[in-house]
């Protein structure tokens, strides 16, 4: 089992619609969560951290479900703009500080 | 933000060449810089990681004689791909770390290698 997995897609919505992505991580012992947004031929960006309680920025809500071990990102009034990568990142404490990225989730919006 | 940058943004060679491809921290000191390659329409994969003024940690399939890694300074880490091949096209991006946390990990614009 890959240690972090998600859905590929592609997701193609309308402009205006509710989209939501999940992200699965096998390590239990994860502490740290985020997602990053990649654009086509671009280098990743921190979108948002994910906190145990949840989090919304904007349009974007980032949720953590530990007993079920997934985050997921759930995107209102999807914009054309959005259209792009979504990586989900999970990160161990203590000694390993490496990140592990997920193969991310293409999201394409249209008009 | 801080600021990472790599060059070249694109590059083209023979096969059978070698290309440096090189990452740098512009206002911050980098004590880890990651290495990673991606495929097309693939995942972001790590291929080393590497701490100022020691040797690169490379990940499990990759070969560290044919993908040398330096990192001299604080700001500045170098990828190597020796004797590259048509397999080795891909996206070069690094990264770099000021601290643990990945909230202070920030990516290069990345690097896309052809070979010919």
């Known amino acids: 089992r890959k240690e972090v997995e998600q859905d590929p897609g592609p997701f193609n919505v309308p402009e ?87 193969r991310g989730t293409s999201l394409i919006v249209h008009p | 933000g801080a600021v990472v940058s790599q060059h070249p943004s694109r590059v083209i060679c023979k096969s059978g060449t070698s290309v440096k491809i090189e990452c740098r921290s512009l206002d911050f000191q980098a004590t880890t810089m990651f290495w990673y390659r991606q495929f097309p329409k693939k995942s972001l994969m790590l291929m080393a990681t590497s701490n100022e003024g020691s040797k690169a940690t490379y990940e499990q399939g990759v070969e560290k004689d044919k993908f040398l890694i330096n990192h001299a300074s604080l700001t500045l880490s170098t990828l190597t791909v020796t004797s590259a091949h048509p397999e080795d096209s891909s996206f070069y991006i690094c990264s770099a770390r000021e601290g643990t946390s990945v909230l202070e990990q920030y990516f290069g614009p990345g690097t896309r290698l052809t070979v010919t």
């Open chain 1, 16 to 102: 205006g619609a509710t989209v939501a992505f999940n992200c699965t991580y096998s390590n239990s012992a994860s502490q740290s969560f985020f997602w990053y947004r990649q654009d086509c031929r671009k280098e990743p960006k921190l979108l948002m951290s994910v906190y145990s309680s949840g989090n919304e920025d904007g349009r974007f809500t980032a949720q953590l479900n530990r007993a079920s071990q997934y985050i997921s990102l759930l995107i209102r009034d999807s914009k054309l703009s959005d259209s792009a990568t979504y990586l989900c990142v999970v990160k161990l404490s203590g000694g390993s500080y490496i990140p592990t990225f997920g």
